[in-house]
């Protein structure tokens, strides 16, 4: 029952590199989701795929993109990494269209020095 | 801009006692409000949810009351447990918008003996 599953589970970068962080999910779910999650913010939507060849932006996607690569897999890139995109990310599924409940990884702990 | 607004941020609850979480929303065009329940080092995972046609979804010992006229909504949890201790989440939902949820900034609870 692995669910979903992201990758690298913790990351420290230094300010300008980039990196890659890989989820994929085994629930044949349509919708694929990435958040951020800070202290006092709550959970912030990145980037959104609702269905596989799609994708769209969220509430926070500045300095983020992403490839839904398969119906299976989503990633989110960051470029040239900040200090304010230190933060923990989950990556989430669902089926889609009415059906509300999202899927969360464990999240990956990302910090940049 | 916070669409959705939740308090208290922390709540410290004896056992036994019921632990109460408050949610408010502007957008009239929100159609659907879970709650979700994360543990420390854990993605958050669906505890309940209601959709606004109902003023109450009673789950166990979880209950969702929904005030439409008010814009508000509330997480009760009776007899609560340290089991119970966690990171709970309000969210709501926009019909047609992708599925998307819109998360409350959280409250922290924990259930002392």
């Known amino acids: 029952n692995a669910g979903v599953t992201q990758t690298p589970k913790f990351q420290v970068l230094k300010t300008g590199q980039s990196m890659t962080l890989q989820c994929a999910q085994d629930?044949?779910?349509?919708?694929m989701y990435w958040y951020r999650q800070d202290p006092g913010m709550g959970l912030r939507l990145i980037y959104y795929s609702a269905s596989e060849g799609t994708t769209d932006k969220g509430e926070v996607p500045n300095g983020y993109n992403v490839s839904r690569l398969n119906k299976r897999e989503f990633s989110l890139r960051l470029e040239s990494a900040a200090p304010s995109q230190t933060s923990v990310y989950f990556c989430a599924s669902n089926e889609g269209g009415p059906a509300g409940e999202l899927f969360f990884g464990e999240g990956s702990r990302l910090t940049v020095l | 801009q916070q669409q959705v607004k939740q308090s208290p941020q922390s709540l410290i609850v004896q056992k036994g006692g019921i632990s109460i979480i408050n949610c408010a929303y502007e957008n009239t065009a929100f159609d659907y409000f879970p709650w979700y329940q994360q543990f420390p080092g854990k993605g958050p995972a669906l505890l309940i949810a209601i959709r606004p046609d109902v003023s109450e979804k009673k789950e166990g010992r979880f209950t969702i009351s929904f005030n439409k006229s008010a814009k508000q909504f509330s997480l009760h949890i009776m007899d609560s447990q340290p089991g119970d201790s966690a990171t709970y989440f309000c969210a709501a939902r926009v019909t047609g918008g992708g599925n998307k949820l819109t998360f409350g900034t959280g409250t922290q609870l924990k259930v002392e003996l």
């Open positions: 629930m044949n779910h349509n919708s």
